[in-house]
């Protein structure tokens, strides 16, 4: 069985946690309270979050050396997420998953 260093399990723990954050928020906590964080667009930049980080977590785990490259998008698409949560409020759990896993994947990525 691949054993992921410990670098890239940290990476993988947090893409799953990042995952569940973005996931659970954009069903149960922005479509609940409407407005800004029911946006079309803020949806659909969650859901990718919530999808790029189960990707990338996938990948880490089976081994694949194509982790570098989910990574990189990973991070990317987890500061988007990040900055936009922050910009419309009440979302510190999103933003602080996003940040922590695009910090992790920024490094898996190098």
């Keep these: 069985m691949h054993k992921p260093a410990p670098e890239m ?3 993988i ?4 946690r ?3 954050t973005c996931l659970g928020m954009s069903t149960n906590h922005c479509l609940k309270l409407g407005g800004a964080h029911a946006a079309p667009e803020h949806i659909q930049l ?3 979050c919530a ?3 189960r990707a990338s977590a996938q990948v880490m785990i089976i081994g694949s050396p194509h982790h570098k490259h989910l990574c990189a998008e990973c991070a990317d698409i987890c500061e988007d997420c990040a900055n936009e949560c922050e910009r419309i409020g009440d979302m510190d759990d999103c933003v602080q998953a996003c940040r922590s896993c ?6 898996m990525a190098a």
């Design 51 to 53: 999808e790029i980080c």
């Design 46 to 48: 969650m859901l990718a």
């Design 9 to 11: 399990q940290a990476c």
């Design 13 to 16: 723990e947090e893409c799953l």
């Design 18 to 20: 990042c995952y569940q």
């Design 102 to 107: 695009a910090e992790s994947c920024q490094k």
